[in-house]
Structure formats: C-alpha cells, structure tokens
C-alpha cells in the first residue's frame, strides 16, 4: 500500500478556504484517494474519495492531479467545527478492501 | 438508523487483568474492523473479519490479543493479561463489501482503556 505524507498541523481561521495536500509518490494504478475526518473522542468519519482531476460533495473537493502522486482536500468556508484531524489514505478500493492505513494525519485549528 | 456501538466507553483495569471489549456493526454489514489509537498518533490495525472467511489478524500486536465474531454481528476483543501499554481507544468498524466499495468504514466511538 502506497505511504502518504501530510503536514502535521495547520492553522486557519473562520471563513478561510483550508487545502491540505497529501504525497503518494508510489500510488499504484488501481489506488483510490480517500480522505477521513476525525474529531476528539470520536471515530473517523468518511469525508471524500476519489481516482483523478476533481471530485466534490457537499463536504469537500478533492483535486488529484494528472500523474496523481499527491492530492489536496480543499474545505471551503471552514467553520470552528471543523476543527479536527484529517487522514489522508491511498489503496485499492474493491478487491482488497480491509484494512485502512492510517498515518498520524494532520490537525486542522480553525480559530475565530 | 443505528450506528456501529460499542461498550463499555471505558474501561479502567489493573495490569494483569483480562478485558473484554464489545462491538455491535451496523445490520448487514458483513465487515467487521478493530483499530487501535493510542494518545496522539494515527489508528493501528488490529484484525479484520469478512463474512465466514478466516480473519485477518495480521495487525494483532501479541498473542494476549484475541478476537471472535458471531456471523455476522456482535464482536468481541480480547486483551489477556493487559499491560500499561494496551492502555487506548479500541475503535471498531464495520462495512459493506464489493468491488463498488468506496473504502468507507463506519465507525464506532471507542472504548478508551486504562490499564493502571
């Protein structure tokens, strides 16, 4: 499973558009981009996936370029309550679905 | 609708002694997951349960740790003779399955374990 690397901690204000950038430089073709969002005391929760270029919900976009070794989580308009950790996490998405890696992912502050 | 529970939320226990923590998946959900987080770093595989297949234990750190699932529900991990540094949140998943799957585990709030 390919590793990722993302800051450790970011800092933004109310309002703001926050964009966290994950590296997957050894991404295997059948890898999907997942992204999870953990608040204290809670489990992760799923914010967004996606393969390549541009997926967006009404939580998040996700921007995966072409050669898709790196991926950026853009939450627009972030809000004290998104306050949390986010995961970024690489790997193929039906036929070994199992267990999810995990790194330290990265502490998102939101102050007023 | 019903989430994936787990009990009890926490656990305070002396080290040498057994525990037994309890997960109920979310109805249908064939996948079952155990994770550990110990303070301030990322979740740490445990074991993985997929239908009646044999489970993935490969993520189990010794042999005091233990799992088992009934069917397709209820599941229980095991800790024989706990130590101080089994002290964590115990996170349990569960999922559907399928080459459509988005990667997405259902989580449950953990039970926090002490071990003094």
């Known amino acids: 499973l390919a590793k990722t690397t993302q800051p450790i901690s970011m800092d933004s204000y109310e309002g703001q558009e926050v964009n966290i950038t994950c590296s997957h430089n050894?991404?295997?073709?059948?890898?999907?981009i997942t992204w999870y969002q953990q608040f204290p005391s809670q489990g992760p929760r799923f914010i967004i996936q996606g393969y390549k270029t541009k997926v967006t919900n009404e939580v998040a976009s996700l921007f995966i370029p072409a050669d898709r070794k790196s991926s950026t989580l853009s939450l627009p308009r972030v809000s004290l309550s998104d306050t949390a950790v986010y995961y970024c996490l690489v790997g193929d998405r039906g036929s070994t679905l199992g267990r999810l890696y995990f790194g330290r992912g990265t502490q998102l502050t939101v102050w007023p | 609708g019903a989430g994936v529970s787990q009990s009890p939320s926490n656990k305070v226990t002396e080290k040498g002694k057994d525990v037994e923590l309890r997960c109920d998946p979310i109805?249908?959900?064939?996948?079952l997951y155990w994770y550990r987080q110990s303070l301030g770093q990322g979740l740490e595989f445990l074991i993985y349960?997929?239908?009646?297949?044999?489970?993935?234990k490969s993520g189990l750190p010794s042999d005091r740790f233990s799992a088992e699932r009934t069917g397709e529900s209820v599941s229980t991990l095991t800790i024989q003779r706990t130590q101080q540094e089994d002290s964590a949140v115990y996170l349990c998943a569960s999922s559907t399955w399928g080459a459509s799957n988005r990667n997405e585990q259902f989580f449950g709030p953990g039970t926090r374990l002490t071990v003094l």
């Open positions: 349960f997929q239908g009646n297949s044999a489970p993935d």
């Open positions: 109805s249908g959900h064939t996948a």
């Open positions: 050894n991404i295997a073709t059948n890898d999907y």
